[in-house]
Nanobody, 118 residues
């Protein structure tokens, strides 16, 4: 059974930091491009960052220089370090895995809430 479990969300003040984690099970993790997406109330889900099996990272312009995506294949876990958080970063953050050998094979986590507010 495939499971993606996100953790690390919460309430943080503007300018603060959070580290999200997504632990995957039931897949060959090292063969997946992993990504973080977010969805704010009333808005469409958007890409935040992705990282390939080889470690190449890609970021949305809105988070470049503030967020860092990383992965630990030994732990089947992908991370999102979020610094200098802004109120507009408030959203539910979702973890996504895409199998690199068959890109139609996609899995999503259930999300974790991040709220940036004073």
């Amino acid at each position: 059974q495939v499971q993606f479990v996100e953790s690390g969300g919460g309430l943080v003040q503007p300018g603060g930091s959070l580290r999200l984690s997504c632990a995957a099970s039931g897949i060959s993790f090292s063969r997946y491009t992993m990504g973080w997406y977010r969805q704010a109330p009333g808005k469409q889900r958007e890409l935040v960052a992705t990282i390939t099996s080889g470690g190449s990272a890609n970021y949305a312009d809105s988070v470049k220089g503030r967020f860092t995506i990383s992965r630990d294949n030994a732990k089947n876990t992908v991370y999102l370090q979020m610094n200098s958080l802004r109120p507009e970063d408030t959203a539910v953050y979702y973890c996504k895995g895409t199998y690199e050998w068959a890109s139609q094979l996609i899995y999503w986590g259930k999300g974790t809430q991040v709220t940036v507010s004073s």
